[in-house]
């Protein structure tokens, strides 16, 4: 089980990016998979995740309404489409994956998770 996080990169406030999580040895749509993200001296911190088997997605409170996240189980591939950027988003963003099916709250906890991509550093300047 293998992610691979891309897409990460400087932005200005205001702009957008597109995160990939891209899965290899698994198929994604199997697995819950969540994205994190950890700014400098900070823990690692819920941003979204998406249950396995066609489940909607679902956000941290800080992201709500501007990052929605979806799959594509063609390409083997989660999108988090980053939009309306704010300098407190700056951090490593890292995917996650789960064979667990567990309650939401569970998704939005490290310790849930069995397998984590390298992480790709957002950069958002003011």
């Known amino acids: 089980v293998q992610l691979q996080a891309s897409g990460g990169g400087l932005v200005q406030a205001g702009g957008s990016l597109r995160l990939s999580c891209t899965a290899s040895?698994?198929?994604?749509?199997?697995?819950?998979i969540g994205w994190f993200r950890q700014a400098p001296g900070k823990e690692r911190e819920f941003v979204a995740a998406i249950r396995r088997s066609g489940g909607a997605p679902f956000y941290g409170d800080s992201v709500k309404g501007r990052v929605p996240m979806s799959r594509d189980i063609a390409k083997n591939t989660v999108y988090l489409q980053m939009n309306r950027l704010r300098p407190t988003d700056t951090g490593v963003y890292y995917c996650?994956?789960?064979?667990?099916?567990?309650?939401?709250?569970?998704?939005?906890?490290?310790?849930?998770?069995?397998?984590w991509g390298q992480g790709t550093e957002v950069t958002v300047s003011s």
């Open positions: 996650a994956a789960t064979s667990l099916n567990p309650i939401m709250s569970a998704l939005m906890t490290t310790g849930t998770y069995e397998a």
């Open positions: 040895g698994f198929t994604s749509d199997d697995y819950a």
